[in-house]
């Protein structure tokens, strides 16, 4: 089963406008990250946050954490047509000494010019 | 800096065929791991290794799916025979340290038909 859920599963915006996507997770982890995917491309990793951190910047990403309610966010600002792409939080936890990576089904975001 | 390198790009096989996927990790990573993605399930772990040694293939689907890792820079995952239902794209995706960010090859389609 699915770690993360992110939501809206589709988001249209225009150019300029800002994007916020959403996840949720069940169990307990040691990070989240969130990934971005072209179309037919492999995915591109944009940010990790830790579990004991609540938000983090990278150029015009902004990921918040809220583990409390097992939840982030990805807001995009100033959106550009070349941010249309898949974005996927996944989330890292570790079990005994292994590990896993597991992924959300992926927001999918159309920017218009 | 080459990435992590998959091959082929694109396959089509008639149902029964052998399938053999092959990956070239990003040189040092010593965590390298097979993911598959598809509409409907979503990107999927199959198996990882952490040098050379599979740690976790609870994700392989059945038998007739093996992975491989003979050594640092080289791993296949064969399918063995092929069904249409393996239809997908499977990524190899290689990492530094366990739970942190992983580099994604660009993935390859298969098609069984």
């Known amino acids: 089963s699915q770690q993360g859920e992110e939501d809206p599963q589709a988001l249209s915006i225009q150019e300029g406008e800002n994007a916020t996507m959403n996840c949720s997770y069940k169990?307990?982890?040691?990070?989240l990250q969130w990934y971005r995917q072209n179309s037919g491309r492999g995915l591109v990793h944009l940010i990790l946050?830790?579990?004991?951190?609540r938000e983090k910047h990278s150029g015009r990403l902004r990921v918040t954490l809220d583990t409390s309610k097992k939840s982030s966010s990805l807001l995009i600002t100033a959106s550009r047509a070349a941010d249309t792409a898949s974005y996927f939080c996944?989330?890292?936890?570790?079990?005994?000494?292994?590990?896993?990576?597991?992924f959300g089904k992926g927001t999918l975001l159309t920017v218009n010019p | 800096d080459a990435g992590v390198i998959q091959s082929p790009r694109h396959e089509v096989t008639e149902m029964g065929q052998e399938v053999t996927l092959r990956c070239k990790p990003i040189?040092?990573?010593?965590?390298l791991f097979w993911y598959r993605q598809t509409m409907m399930r979503g990107l999927e772990l199959l198996i990882y290794?952490?040098?050379?040694?599979?740690?976790?293939d609870s994700g392989m689907p059945e038998d007739r799916f093996s992975a491989k890792m003979p050594n640092a820079s080289f791993s296949t995952l064969k399918i063995q025979p092929s069904e249409p239902r393996d239809s997908a794209v499977y990524f190899c995706?290689?990492?530094?340290?366990?739970?942190?960010?992983?580099?994604f090859g660009e993935g390859s389609w298969l098609t069984v038909v």
């Open positions: 995706a290689s990492s530094s340290s366990v739970g942190n960010t992983i580099y």
């Open positions: 169990t307990s982890i040691n990070n």
């Open positions: 946050i830790r579990s004991n951190e």
């Open positions: 996944a989330t890292a936890s570790r079990y005994g000494s292994n590990y896993k990576l597991t």
């Open positions: 040189s040092g990573h010593d965590y």
């Open positions: 290794f952490n040098n050379n040694v599979p740690i976790d």
